[in-house]
């Protein structure tokens, strides 16, 4: 029984360790891509091997799986462990190449629905989580920027009290402070916004028929 049991504790290890290297491999090969000379030639994200890569580390974040003698799956570890999310938000702000920020929303989105809400405080979730949400509200991508902003308002509905660690202050001239949810902000404006996230391939792929974007 013993050896049994050892052996499947051997065996969950292992599986473990592989996803997590696998996981790495597809981060290295976008962190390298992103990084290069290359990448400033290209105009559409979706032409490059970075959103392969992209789209499968959402597909593992949707499978990854908690070991009973673990806190974190192997993909949410490694993204704890070497701040992934600073390093796409930083990636995706300037849009460039075009479609990065909204395969970028995805992935956080992906992530946010998957996470344990004792994982949001970690600082290597909550600030990158806001120095998105401090981006969103353009209306570029209103479908990925609304389903990334109401996953986050899905946690706050699990723990009302998380909503201060999204608290933005703001010094004003009299001394005192001001305290507002950037994420509301963001929602606000993308109500506004006359601009239609939908991109020609996508309406010819959807069947898409917005009269903002004909």
Not at 57 to 74: F, R
């Amino acid at each position: 029984m013993f050896e049994r049991l050892t052996g499947l504790f051997n065996h969950n290890e292992e599986t473990f360790t592989s996803t997590q290297q696998l996981f790495l491999n597809h981060w290295q090969t976008v962190k390298e891509y992103l990084s290069s000379d290359a990448v400033r030639h290209v105009e559409d994200i979706y032409t490059t091997k970075a959103a392969l890569h992209i789209a499968d580390m959402i597909h593992m974040i949707e499978n990854d799986v908690v070991p009973v003698d673990a806190d974190y799956g192997p993909c949410v570890e490694y993204i704890l462990q070497n701040d992934v999310l600073s390093s796409l938000q930083q990636y995706a702000k300037y849009d460039k190449p075009t479609g990065l920020m909204k395969i970028v929303l995805s992935f956080y989105s992906q992530l946010v629905q998957r996470l344990e809400i004792s994982v949001i405080p970690h600082v290597n979730v909550h600030e990158p989580l806001q120095d998105m949400i401090a981006i969103c509200g353009a209306g570029k991508y209103a479908i990925g920027e609304i389903n990334f902003l109401t996953s986050v308002i899905s946690k706050f509905h699990q723990n009302p009290s998380l909503v201060s660690l999204f608290m933005s202050e703001t010094k004003l001239k009299n001394g005192s402070s001001n305290f507002e949810l950037r994420l509301v902000d963001a929602l606000i404006s993308l109500s506004h916004s006359q601009v239609c996230e939908e991109t020609e391939r996508e309406r010819e792929t959807d069947g898409h028929n917005c009269a903002q974007c004909v």
